[in-house]
Nanobody, 126 residues
Framework: QVQLEESGGGLVQAGGSLRLSCVGS????????MGWFRQASGKEREFVAG???????????REYADSAKGRFTISRTDQNTVTLVMNSLNPEDTAVYYC????????????????WGQGTQVTVSS
């Protein structure tokens, strides 16, 4: 069974930082894009960041939503693990954060991801 398992969410004060991790199991994700979406209460799910590479051995590219640029950093620590370091958090970042994986970064960004994690709650207090 293929799974994506997130960890690292929690409660933090505005201006603080959190590090989210996601580990995939059940298959190798070496050729997959992996990334993060979030969904705030009453809002649609939105793309946050993604990382992918053009081929085995190639460097990993990164892409961010405008809301994440300059504050969040996505990293691929190994073929099945992706992390998201979030700095300078503000209450607008409060949401459930989902780890995702898909063969195509374009498909991922559209929200039609092949795999989704269960989500981890991030709450930023003012």
């Amino acid at each position: 069974q293929v799974q994506l398992e997130e960890s690292g969410g929690g409660l933090v004060q505005a201006g603080g930082s959190l590090r989210l991790s996601c580990v995939g199991s059940g298959r190798t994700f070496s050729s997959y894009a992996m990334g993060w979406f979030r969904q705030a209460s009453g809002k649609e799910r939105e793309f946050v960041a993604g990382t992918w590479r053009s081929g085995i051995g190639a460097v990993y590219y990164r892409e961010y939503a405008d809301s994440a640029k300059g504050r969040f950093t996505i990293s691929r620590t190994d073929q099945n693990t992706v992390t998201l370091v979030m700095n300078s958090l503000n209450p607008e970042d409060t949401a459930v954060y989902y780890c995702t994986a898909d063969r195509s970064i374009g498909t991922m960004k559209s929200g039609k991801c092949e795999y989704w994690g269960q989500g981890t709650q991030v709450t930023v207090s003012s």
